[in-house]
């Protein structure tokens, strides 16, 4: 089967835009179903708290990133088997 990494995207534009921040919590566990545009994760910044929707739909089958976590956009976040 083919496999996606999700990585974490750019939300919103200019000085607003979402550079980094910290991983909240998971909200898909290991070998459960995603949807294209479905929910994976929560992350939190200083300013706002954003949920980062899988770009494919598959199966989560690994989590590259915890609970806590402090990341940057374009990090690695999940690897999808997909459909």
């Known amino acids: 089967m083919a496999m996606y990494t999700v990585v974490l995207p750019s939300l919103g534009d200019g000085e607003d835009a979402l550079k980094g921040g910290k991983v909240a ?5 290991l070998g459960q ?37 402090d990341i940057g956009v374009g990090d690695p976040l999940a690897v999808v088997e997909l459909d």
């Open 25 to 29: 919590f998971w909200l898909v566990e």
């Open 33 to 69: 179903s995603v949807t294209a545009g479905g929910d994976l994760l929560e992350i939190e910044t200083d300013k706002a708290a954003f949920v980062v929707p899988s770009p494919v739909g598959g199966t989560l089958r690994e989590k590259l990133v915890r609970e806590d976590d």
